[in-house]
């Protein structure tokens, strides 16, 4: 989906909703990884020759998906210390092996140290930035953001016509596409609705997790099924395309199956470790705690924003950011004055 046919999925949602109660818009950011593709993409120094491509390009990224999505709320997700924890004790491979590359080949960075050290300070900064407009920040010890915008979108939509959007290139969210729910992967500039994943994926959007479960996620170190390939998926689970199934039903199929080809085999051998990497991958039941839980509802049921727009400004300007966004007061204004009015 384009975003000429976005704005006409939000006009017909105000057409056709006849109820007392319009659909509210969220828009929930996958905070690193919006900051990540800006700081990969955007080699910008300021005066000073520091690098700011990532502060900078993360709110031009964020302005320009509030005018996309016109949203009443805004939420801004990052991934806490240690997050991987709970993952990582069901599958201690997980995401092993990541960041040893260096993700860039500027002549900005010395170092890959350095190079580190630039983006430590500018998500620092990122989020001191964010405190001053009227965004909810989230951040929660051992808790990935997949599970707390995962959670979000459980909790948020409390009416039929109300829309969740999140922003992330992380394909892991695809499974959470439903009525309520569009995911926008900046890098195809796409916006993925149920019809959407249907012409893509030839499948309903809550079988994308059987779909990563079987062909395995090399990016998070899961393995997939020996022999099953993208193109060969289909021809051995014509089902994933005909209707919902669970992970019960894949080892059904196998069941009966098993004598036709080694990879029925291979899944019912291996349906434990099958299972595991499920659990992994698998957003419906998001790994937050109790506790948690409740600090997400509270922070859900709280209308406090803070907008401070001048102290936004020195910020920018504390870090001679420049021309990375253009009017800036206008910006601010275009883009927040209304997020306060909405609250």
């Not at 909703?17 to 659909?23: A, I, K, L």
């Not at 040893?100 to 002549?107: I, K, M, P, Y």
């Not at 009227?134 to 409390?158: F, S």
């Not at 196998?254 to 991958?281: P, S």
């Amino acid at each position: 989906m384009d975003k000429k046919n976005l704005l006409k999925l939000l006009n017909d949602t105000k057409e056709n909703d006849t109820s007392s109660s319009e659909g509210t818009r969220t828009l929930l950011i996958d905070g690193l990884n919006l900051f990540f593709r800006n700081f990969a993409m955007m080699n910008m120094v300021n005066p000073d020759g520091i690098h700011i491509g990532g502060l900078g390009g993360f709110f031009r990224s964020l302005g320009a998906m509030i005018r996309q999505t016109q949203p009443d709320k805004v939420y801004v997700v990052f991934d806490g210390a240690a997050s991987t924890t709970s993952r990582k004790n069901l599958l201690p491979e997980y995401k092993s092996g990541r960041n040893e590359q260096r993700v860039t080949n500027w002549e900005v960075f010395d170092s890959l140290a350095d190079e580190h050290d630039s983006k430590v300070d500018q998500i620092v900064r990122v989020i001191q930035y964010l405190k001053t407009l009227p965004v909810k920040t989230l951040i929660l010890d051992k808790v990935e953001a997949d599970d707390i915008i995962a959670y979000l979108c459980n909790k948020l939509p409390n009416h039929q016509d109300d829309k969740i959007f999140i922003v992330s290139s992380d394909k892991d969210f695809l499974q959470l596409v439903n009525k309520n729910v569009i995911v926008y992967r900046p890098m195809e500039k796409k916006y993925y609705t149920e019809d959407f994943m249907k012409e893509k994926y030839n499948m309903p959007a809550q079988n994308f997790i059987l779909y990563k479960t079987l062909l395995g996620d090399n990016s998070d170190k899961i393995k997939g099924v020996k022999g099953l390939g993208e193109k060969g998926i289909f021809k051995k689970f014509p089902e994933l395309t005909e209707r919902k199934l669970s992970f019960d039903d894949i080892f059904e199929i196998c069941e009966k199956k098993f004598k036709d080809h080694v990879v029925y085999a291979r899944i019912i051998q291996g349906v434990d470790d099958l299972e595991k990497n499920y659990k992994v991958m698998d957003l419906s039941n998001p790994m937050i705690g109790e506790n948690d839980k409740k600090y997400l509802d509270e922070v859900v049921k709280s209308k406090d924003l803070t907008y401070i727009p001048d102290q936004f400004i020195a910020l920018y300007n504390e870090d001679k950011l420049g021309g990375m966004i253009r009017n800036l007061d206008y910006w601010l204004n275009e883009n927040f004055e209304k997020l306060v009015i909405n609250k």
